[in-house]
C-alpha cells in the first residue's frame, strides 16, 4: 500500500513540476517597470511561463520575439504572449499578440464585449482611451455587419502606470487581440 501512496505522490508531484502556472493579465501589466525593461527583466519576473521559441520571430523595424510568455490569463481564458523587444538592444517594446478566440464567450454580444474589457483596463490605464468602431458586410450576405472595434489607451495625466494598452475585437473571426507596451 505505501507503494502506491508514494508512486501516486512522485506522480502528482510529476506533474506539478511540468504544468506551468497561468499568470494573470494584471499581474503582467503591474509586477513589471515598463520604462526601463528589458528582455531579461521579463524573463525573470515571470520564468515559470517563458518559453524559448524555436526559431526567432521578425517584424519589420527590429522587433524581435524570442520568448512567448505562455497561459496568460484574463478573466476565464487563457493565451499565450509574444515578448517583443528591439533586436538591438534587447529593450521591451510590447507583450502582445495575447489572443482570445472562439472559446471566449462571444453569445454577449461584441458590445458587451468590448464594455467588460474597457471596464477592466480603465481599472489600471485610468477611464480615458480612444475608441474606435467601423464595420464589415459579409462576402456572400451584404444585410449580414460585423463590428470591429479598437481601445487604445494612451500616455495621459490618469495613467500613473508604466504601461499602456490596446485591444481590438474583430467579430466576424470571433478573435481579440491585447498589447501591451511602455508608455
Known amino acids: 500500500m505505501k507503494k502506491y501512496i508514494l508512486l501516486l505522490f512522485a506522480f502528482c508531484y510529476t506533474i506539478s513540476f511540468v504544468a506551468q502556472n ?8 503591474t509586477d513589471l517597470d515598463w520604462k526601463d525593461c528589458n528582455e531579461s527583466d521579463v524573463i525573470l519576473a515571470f520564468k515559470d511561463n517563458v518559453v524559448k521559441r524555436e526559431k526567432e520571430e521578425t517584424w519589420d523595424g527590429g522587433e524581435v520575439s524570442s520568448f512567448i510568455l505562455k497561459n ?4 476565464e481564458s487563457l493565451s499565450d504572449a509574444n515578448i517583443i523587444v528591439n533586436k538591438y ?4 517594446l510590447k507583450i502582445g499578440g495575447i489572443t482570445l478566440g472562439k472559446d471566449y464567450d462571444w453569445s454577449k454580444g461584441v458590445d458587451e ?5 474597457e471596464d477592466y483596463f480603465s481599472s489600471f490605464w485610468g477611464k480615458r482611451h480612444t475608441k474606435a468602431i467601423d ?3 459579409d462576402f456572400e450576405d451584404e444585410d449580414i455587419v460585423y463590428t470591429n472595434i479598437r481601445c487604445e489607451w494612451d500616455d495621459t495625466y490618469l495613467n ?7 485591444f481590438f475585437i474583430m467579430q ?3 478573435v481579440i487581440v491585447i498589447c501591451i507596451e511602455p508608455k
Open 22 to 29: 497561468q499568470i494573470d493579465l494584471e499581474r503582467v501589466i
Open 72 to 75: 496568460v490569463k484574463i478573466g
Open 89 to 92: 538592444n534587447r529593450k521591451l
Open 113 to 117: 464585449i468590448s464594455k467588460e474589457l
Open 135 to 137: 464595420y464589415d458586410t
Open 160 to 166: 500613473d502606470k508604466s504601461s499602456k494598452g490596446s
Open 172 to 174: 466576424r473571426a470571433k
